[in-house]
């Protein structure tokens, strides 16, 4: 396969190689010792369907049978993730480790909806080849400016936001407003509400630190009065001029479209929140911990589900494996099938389809097929097309998936998981 092109590959060296090479002689290692033969009659459909020209070649499953490849059809983005997190938590209660799983997707941004329904069920995961969602500066920011709002006490996410975007309140301010907190038995943030009768904090320092107290004090109050919190999350972006600070911070337009994107996404979960939430700080306040809760012990002995890209998969297997998002726009690519793109090349869809063959072949024993009939693109719901690829797979492999409104998690829920969560590890 040539998934790498990007990269400068040219699957051409492969192809040719008898003419380059006389004498050469081609060994066809088909015999499959990973994958069940639902799995590989799949992929093999998938890839006789190639319009490209390649070697023949045909995987002979040595497993027999096997489950039926599921195809999952999901009303939006949400429920996809719902489901995929319902049934990884199921199989885990079955007896497979969290190892044996993994979500694959065709970019990186795709991943919030999924990491968001396993921090929900306290299910621990990485991300291979990018950082987590909830590890991104971006959302790491807005989620400090909403913590120190619920909780003022918060010293950590506090330090971290106070000085950003710019304020004027440098490390020597914030080493002053410290050293007065500690003399005078207050917290930090109560030297910031009273900056102007601080001694030697310069005038630019005092007005930065009113302004901030100004924001933060309007957002904790609008939360307490119930306003839906990603509304006030929208406000604070605004108020603080998030956005600008990162248009002007990022390396390019690229980049900062991209962190641009994190943020809508994380607004866009605190919008699902705030559908089944009770109104007020401490719904709020449990969640934002369960989003961002660490799992350090479970990272560290590898148990944990993996989440990555087609391209990162390349050479991994698992037992289970969930494919998401298999729809034209993202599979293949909107980049590869767009017209107006000036480097769009027949060649590139069948490298796509090569990449969607690679992703059904990590799985061994049990492999889903997930699409969202909307998906939200540029913030707005937009109807989706199921992926050409998936024509091509015969129905008699396939095992058809309905995914219905009741998949996702309620909030009660959630919090009652992060509760008995935090519980155990203080016991610890």
């Known amino acids: 396969q040539s998934i790498y092109a990007w990269r400068g590959a040219d699957v051409h060296n492969i192809l040719d190689f008898e003419q380059h090479f006389e004498g050469a002689k081609v060994v066809k290692l088909q015999n499959n010792y990973r994958s069940t033969e ?57 007896g497979l480790a969290p190892r044996d799983l993994a979500v694959l997707y065709r970019s990186n941004q795709q991943s919030e909806p999924i990491e968001t329904a396993l921090r929900q069920r306290q299910i621990p995961y990485r991300v291979v080849g990018g950082t ?68 030697g904090l310069p005038p630019a320092a005092v007005a930065g630190c009113d302004d901030l107290a100004g924001i933060l004090g309007w957002a904790a109050h609008a939360i307490e009065k119930g306003e839906p919190s990603a509304e006030v999350a929208r406000k604070l972006v605004a108020d603080v001029n998030m956005v600008a600070d990162i248009m002007v911070g990022s390396a390019s337009t690229e980049a900062a479209a991209r962190r641009r994107a994190n943020l809508d996404a994380f607004l866009g979960t605190l919008a699902r929140f705030d559908k089944n939430a009770e109104p007020g700080g401490e719904a709020l306040s449990q969640f934002l911990q369960l989003l ?14 993996t989440l990555t890209t087609m391209h990162g998969a390349k050479g991994l297997e698992f037992h289970t494996v969930f494919v998401v998002g298999v729809e034209e726009g993202l599979l293949p690519h909107a980049r590869t099938i767009d017209g107006k793109s000036t480097d769009a090349a027949p060649q590139d869809v069948e ?13 061994r024993l049990r492999l889903y097929l997930c699409r969202a009939k909307y998906r939200a693109l ?14 091509s797979i ?9 995914v219905k409104e009741e998949a996702a998690p309620t909030t009660n829920s959630m919090l009652d998981g992060v509760a008995a969560l935090l519980a155990a590890l203080e016991k610890d």
Not at 165 to 174: D, E, I, W
Not at 378 to 391: D, I, M, Y
Request: hydrophobic fraction near 40%.
């Open 132 to 199: 987590q969602f909830y590890e991104r500066k971006e959302v790491k920011d807005l989620v400090a400016f909403l913590r120190v709002a619920l909780q003022p006490r918060d010293e950590l996410s506090l330090r971290r936001i106070i000085n950003y975007p710019a304020r004027s309140v440098g490390q020597t301010s914030v080493e002053r407003l410290a050293a007065h907190a500690l003399a005078h038995d207050m917290t930090l943030w109560a030297a910031v509400t009273r900056a102007g009768s601080i001694e």
């Open 38 to 94: 639902a799995i590989l009659s799949t992929a093999n459909a998938v890839i006789h369907a190639s319009t490209a020209r390649r070697h023949e070649k045909r995987l002979i499953a040595t497993r027999p049978g096997g489950d039926k490849v599921r195809m999952v059809v999901a009303a939006d983005a949400d429920l996809e993730a719902s489901f995929v997190g319902d049934e990884i938590s199921r199989r885990l209660g079955e």
């Open 394 to 402: 015969p129905e008699a492999l396939l095992e058809h998936v309905d």
């Open 351 to 363: 490298e796509e389809r090569r990449l969607f063959y690679v992703a059904v072949t990590r799985a």
């Open 292 to 305: 961002t809760l660490k799992t350090d012990a479970d990272e560290e002995t590898g148990n944990v589900v």
């Open 378 to 391: 540029h913030g707005k719901p937009s109807r989706r097309v199921p992926s050409r690829f998936l024509k």
